[in-house]
């Protein structure tokens, strides 16, 4: 009986070694299975040394810790003063309004944007851990 041929091995085979290493270790979540493995089969077959495929890892994690504390540093930028001076308005308005449907248009306005800070720093923490979280299947 004929074994089945891959399908992704043609496409496998056109990505550099960095591309390889980078989806079996940091983005093999976004990978099915057969393409893993089509992925491994390739890399396997350049003959890389385990300390070329290191120097690769090491290479592909300093580009995401850089971009990770880019993406960090632009959330805090945002998160911090933009909450304070947001509430540092819009409280003494609500405050000082007798107008009632005023004072909610801005307890929901300050509600809002609280959560839609909430959501990014958690969308961003989240996929932050799981690319500290990937292990390396070369070993």
């Known amino acids: 009986m004929q ?12 990505h550099s070694n960095e591309k390889l290493i980078y989806i079996l270790t940091t983005d093999k979540d976004g990978f099915q299975p057969k393409a893993l493995e089509a992925a ?3 890399l396997d ?7 070329e495929k290191l120097e690769v890892s090491e290479k592909i994690r300093a580009k995401e810790k850089k971009e990770t504390a880019e993406r960090t ?13 947001t509430i540092g308005i819009l409280l003494p308005l609500m405050l000082l309004t007798p107008d009632r449907s005023f004072m909610v248009t801005m307890l929901f306005a300050v509600i809002g944007f609280g ?13 932050d851990d799981k690319t500290k979280n990937s292990s390396d299947i070369l070993d």
Do not use: D, Q, W
């Open 3 to 14: 074994e089945e041929e891959n399908p992704f091995m043609k496409v496998m085979e056109k």
């Open 40 to 42: 491994k089969i390739v």
């Open 45 to 51: 077959s350049r003959g890389l040394s385990e300390v």
């Open 73 to 85: 540093e632009h959330r805090s930028l945002l998160k911090g003063p933009g909450i304070i001076v």
């Open 115 to 127: 959560a839609g800070h909430l959501v990014n720093y958690l969308y961003f923490k989240a996929k």
